[in-house]
Structure formats: C-alpha cells, structure tokens
C-alpha cells in the first residue's frame, strides 16, 4: 500500500442493492417535494424582485453626492462619488494597519487532501462490486480539511483547526461626499488590492511565536520552500478608496434598504461610476440568472429524485446485468422527461399567481410535451405487436 494511493474494493449483494433501493424511494418522495418547494418558491422570488427593481427605476431619484438635500429623505435616490474613510484599520495580531475601507487578513494552511475514483460493475445475480482508488495530495487550502474523515486518516493527519483564521475589518466611518456609508454597503466593495508588508511597517509589533516576515507576507513554519504539513502562510489585501455608485433609502445623511410596495428591498452598490439605470439593469441580469440557476438546480433534484422512485425495478432486473441496464435505461428516460413535466407544471402553477398570461402558454408547453410522449408510447407499442 503506497502512502499516497490506496485501492479498495467492496461487494454488494443483490438483496443489500434491493433493500437500498427500497429505502431510496422515501428519500426520493423528500427530493421531489423538496425540488416541487423550490421551483415554486423560486418563481415567486424572481416575480417580486422583477417588480422590486421596476418600481425601483421608476421611483429612483439622481442626486448629487456633495450635499444632502432634506428634501429627499425617505426617498429612493441614486449618487455617485468616492467611497472614501480616514480611518487606519489594524489587525491585532500581526500589528499590520492601512488607511483603508477594508483590511483582509487571508490565510492558507499546507494540508493533506483527499480524492476519490470510483469504478462499479455488475455481477450475475443482481451483485456489485466496486472498486475505489484513494488519493492523497499536499495542498494549500484557505480552510481547514477534516482528516478524520478519510479513508486512512492515520497516515494523513490534519491539524484540527487554522491557528490563524482569515479575517475582514471594515472601517466604520466611510463617507461618500456629504453622505455616511453604512457596512452593509461598504461590504459590498470587493476590488480588493494585495498589501506587501515590510519589517518597519510592523516595527512596534510582537510576532506570535513561530511566525516570520517573508516577501511581504508572514509565514508559520521552517521553511516556505519545503512546506510540512500544518505551516501557514497569511497574506494582507485591501479594498483601497475608491469611486462608487450607490441606489438606496436616504435617511438623514445616511442610506438604508429602500422597501417597495411588493415587499421587496434596493441596496445596490456597484464600484465605478454608473447610471441609475445601468445599476438596476444590472440587477436584473442578476435577477435572471439566479432565476435560471435555482430552476436547473430543481430540475436536476427531480431527475434524482423520480430515478429513485424507479430504482427497485432496474436492481430486479439485475439478476441478469444486461436486463437491468436496458430497464435502467429506460426508466432514466421516463424519469427526465416526468421531471420536465412535474417541472412545467408546477413553474405554471407559480405563474398562475404571478404571471398568468405566461402561465397559459407554458400549459400549452407541458400538453405538447405529454401529446409527443404518448404518441411515442403507442408507437413502440404498436411495434412490439
């Protein structure tokens, strides 16, 4: 056995596979209403913040950021200009500080990470065996990798924890012309830029034990050149000054979450100089994707989900291996396309409530879908015959 590679094979018997497949049915019933929950959540998610940032545009008011206007208080407005603080953030543990909006302390730990590779066959009988290869890699990892969990922890062992966690300071006083910058907008600014250290920057500071300055970061270790298991390397960034567009609530001299009619919140923030519009759109582009991502993600857990509810049949069939991979096969068909209709119909069922004229014509989709699914039934049908 190499320390770094481990094969493994396992069998299972064709009752075990069957009892699995019997338990896998309830666990598919939870994906499918699981999946069902989120393509209709997701719908509704979408339609509120489509109508959140339509009345943003059409509510939003341009200001100039060098004067705050009381006039405009409760209003939703849009400003430019610099982000800009006074304030000299430091870390207090490697005494390193920079005038910035943001200091970041990022950290890195050298560790043992595990890969897997899985190969499975079938036996005649309905068996299976599978044959897994484990290896293992020195890597640098920004989080702790539990080892404990490894197929040989014995022989790659991981420090538990980070000595040293990665951490983000973010000044309090941030000033966009006359107006304050809270937070949860200053947060939001992530052009961040790497601060190279040297020793007279952190004269006045006491290293932990263990930690030395090297190329402009610190490192917790022998040797960076040959890196041991549990050193540590610790790099400094900062999200610098910079030009800003902001649309939010003005209250006072301050800006806050602008809540809409539907219910919905606008606190955008982009870097750079950009046009009320342009930021919204953006938001909207945003809106989409994530749109289409949650609705992948729901279809996906059908397809799974459905594929275990018909799982029992192909592990019967596998007495013969062939016979199960054709059953197998066929089911996987029928679970993608019950998936696309389960998906169609409860995406309309969501429509019907935020989009009815959408929704009609995406019953017409899922008619279409079933019209072609049965007249191909038939046909094998008729062919079988």
Known sequence: MSNDNFTEV?????????????????????????????????????????????????????????????????????????????????????????????????????????????????????????????????????????????????????????????????????????????????????????LFIQAADIKNTQLPTGIKLQAGSFYSGADPATPQIGDQRITFEVVNPMEVSVIAKQVRNTLEPYTTSVGGEIELLETGIHSADAIIQHAQDSNVILTWILRLIGFILLVIGINMEFKVLSVIADVLPIAGDIIGAGTGIIAFLLAIIFALVTIATAWIFYRPLLAIILLATVVGVITVIKLKLNKQSKIAA
């Open 10 to 194: 396992t069998s299972e018997s064709w009752f075990s596979r069957l009892g699995g497949a019997i338990k896998g049915i309830l666990v598919g019933i939870v994906l499918i209403v699981a999946a069902l929950i989120l393509l209709f959540w997701n719908e509704g998610r979408s339609v509120k913040e489509y109508k959140t940032l339509q009345e943003g545009a059409s509510s939003v008011v341009s200001v100039a950021s060098d004067a705050v206007d009381p006039a405009n208080a409760g209003k939703l407005i849009h400003t430019t200009g610099k982000a800009d603080t006074k304030a000299v953030l430091s870390d207090p543990i490697f005494g390193v500080s920079a005038n910035a909006l943001q200091l970041r302390r990022v950290t890195e730990m050298y560790q043992w990470q595990e890969t897997s590779q899985s190969e499975t066959q079938k036996k005649l009988g309905g068996g299976e065996e599978t044959k897994t290869t484990y290896s293992y890699a020195k890597t640098w990892s920004a989080s702790a990798i539990n080892s404990s969990n490894f197929r040989i922890p014995e022989e790659h062992q991981n420090p538990a924890t980070m000595p040293y966690e990665s951490n983000t300071q973010v000044a309090d006083a941030v000033s966009l012309g006359k107006f304050s910058l809270p937070s949860s907008l200053v947060e939001r600014i992530d052009e961040t830029k790497p």
